[in-house]
């Protein structure tokens, strides 16, 4: 039974000690998919309860990923905004609805999701991250849970979790990984590799919070000519020496409502869902 947003979980930490925050994109312009009547990542997926379950009221897709954070006991979330963004903060608040403290920041370099990433440095530098895309939906409900726990047992510099790839024409970062769970490369953005899984969520040390801090400030020139990708940062860092683990989350792929092909799965989905509710 997921708990109500009221009561009070424990904030999430690793036996280490180390404090646990999550950490949101929500920089994109959704070219993709728009135009939108709202940011991408408030658009209504299914319903939840409310009013202890007398009322339904429509769920966004980024309150999926909230959620998955909250039921691993992750109270502190920073979400980083692109300017012009302003529903998110006024639909989403302070967070208490959730049961939640949440923060926003604005992005500062629009040159892809790891110079969004970086504008949270000050604030997470010392706290392990878990990370995920407010606009992509996955399964299982408790997969921040297991990641942590792998993290914990690895302490790897970052975890990444897994799930079967989409198949083309999708392109996306596919997982090259041992049978131990150490990742050797990304093969990043590409549709024609026969690697099976691909990357949906991650948790971090502050290593990893380091090293991308230094690798926005070193990439800031090329960035002007091509955007960079999460996967492009986590390939780096493994070219550089860190520790990149991996844990296999479940076996059904994403989806990613950016896309038009997403939005009509998951809607989809959500339909069959609640008609079995």
């Known amino acids: ?149 792998r993290q914990s047992s690895s302490r790897a510099d970052i975890t990444l979790g897994l799930v079967p790839a989409n198949p083309p024409p999708l392109r996306e970062d596919r997982v090259d990984f041992d049978k131990d769970g150490n990742v050797r490369k990304l093969i990043l953005n590409n549709s024609e590799t026969s690697l099976r899984y691909s990357w949906v969520i991650a948790v971090w040390r502050p290593t990893f919070t380091q090293f991308l801090h230094d690798y926005v400030r070193e990439k800031i020139v090329d960035a002007q000519n091509v955007e960079l990708s999460a996967g492009h940062a986590i390939q780096s860092a493994i070219e550089a020496g860190l520790k990149v683990d991996s844990f296999v989350l479940g076996e059904t792929p994403y989806l990613d409502i950016g896309t038009p092909d997403g939005l009509l799965r998951a809607l989809a989905r959500s339909s069959r869902e609640q008609r079995h509710v």
């Open 1 to 149: 039974m997921r708990p109500h947003p009221d009561e009070a979980l424990p904030v999430a930490a690793l036996p280490t000690g180390e404090q646990v925050v999550g950490l949101l994109p929500a920089g994109g312009q959704g070219t993709r998919i728009g135009p939108l009547p709202c940011s991408k990542e408030l658009f209504p997926i299914g319903f939840r309860s409310h009013n202890e379950g007398q009322d339904l009221r429509p769920k966004v897709v980024s309150h999926y990923l909230l959620e998955k954070m909250r039921l691993a006991g992750i109270q502190e979330v920073y979400i980083v905004l692109r300017p012009g963004k302003w529903d998110i903060p006024a639909y989403f608040g302070d967070g208490s609805a959730l049961g939640m403290h949440l923060a926003y920041l604005i992005l500062g370099v629009p040159f892809g999701v790891p110079f969004t990433l970086d504008q949270a440095y000050p604030f997470v530098r010392n706290a392990t991250v878990a990370f995920g895309f407010p606009d992509m939906l996955f399964d299982p409900e408790d997969s921040f849970t297991k990641l942590l726990k």
